[in-house]
């Protein structure tokens, strides 16, 4: 399985992004998605999940309300739909994906993902 994410840039805090992962040689359909993130310094973070169990999705306490993750499967192709941007969302935003129905916990961490993208910088400016 390979995974392309696409869609970082510059933007000013207030603004929007919208990150897109596309994989190849698995449905999406058929994996757990998942987004990370790394600032300068900093070690990578969980930002949001498409699981499939039951479809349910899940936000870090940080992006709760401000992200959307979200699936297009006929594209196979995962989204993460970024509102308000804050200078603190400045990153390297990295898609996953691992299969079967992983605990919570192991949708938190980022060593259980199997199939990684390439990252993407997003960066907010103040």
């Known amino acids: 399985v390979q995974l392309q994410a696409f869609g970082g840039g510059l933007v000013q805090a207030g603004g929007s992004l919208r990150l897109s992962c596309t994989a190849s040689?698995?449905?999406?359909?058929?994996?757990?998605a998942g987004w990370f993130r790394q600032a300068p310094g900093k070690e990578r973070e969980f930002v949001a999940a498409a699981t499939l169990r039951n479809g349910r999705t899940y936000y870090a306490n940080s992006v709760k309300g401000r992200f959307t993750t979200f699936r297009d499967n006929d594209k196979n192709t995962v989204y993460l739909q970024m509102n308000n941007l804050k200078p603190e969302d400045t990153a390297v935003y990295y898609c996953?994906?691992?299969?079967?129905?992983?605990?919570?916990?192991?949708?938190?961490?980022?060593?259980?993902?199997?199939?990684w993208g390439q990252g993407t910088q997003v960066t907010v400016s103040s």
């Open positions: 996953a994906a691992l299969g079967g129905l992983p605990i919570f916990s192991t949708i938190l961490n980022d060593l259980k993902y199997d199939f």
């Open positions: 040689g698995r449905a999406f359909s058929s994996l757990n």
